[in-house]
């Protein structure tokens, strides 16, 4: 059974910073790639970030909207990915899901919602002005 569990949501002022955690289980995506996505109330769920292995380096990719701001990184001895989230902006208050694509090859789309196979539950981030 393959698990996504979100955590480090919260309320913070403008300008904070917050670093979500996304702990998987039921299988290793060491290679796999993994997004973070966002959905605010009323709208359509949108990319924030992925992390991707190449097969030779790990690249990480951003919506403009969050780059330069937000970091991916992930922990493969604890399966284990994060958003390090700086800077944030109430326009940044959604629920923010985790997300892995269990093609190994990269060949999806990263910021598409349909290139992922597994989500997390979501976790709420609350930024105010």
């Known amino acids: 059974q393959v698990q996504l569990v979100e955590s480090g949501g919260g309320l913070v002022q403008a300008g904070g910073s917050l670093r979500l955690s996304c702990a998987a289980s039921?299988?290793?995506?060491?290679?796999?790639?993994m997004g973070w996505f966002r959905q605010a109330p009323g709208k359509e769920r949108v990319f924030v970030a992925a992390i991707r292995w190449s097969g030779i380096s790990t690249n990480t990719y951003y919506a403009d909207s969050v780059k330069g701001r937000f970091t991916f990184s992930r922990d493969n001895a604890k399966n284990t990915v994060y958003l390090q989230m700086n800077s944030l902006k109430p326009e940044d208050t959604a629920v923010y899901y985790c997300?892995?694509?269990?093609?190994?090859?990269?060949?999806?789309?990263?910021?598409?919602?349909?290139?992922?196979?597994?989500w997390g539950q979501g976790t709420q981030v609350t930024v105010s002005s």
């Open positions: 039921g299988r290793t995506f060491s290679r796999s790639t």
């Open positions: 997300a892995a694509d269990l093609d190994q090859y990269g060949s999806r789309t990263y910021y598409r919602v349909g290139s992922y196979d597994y």
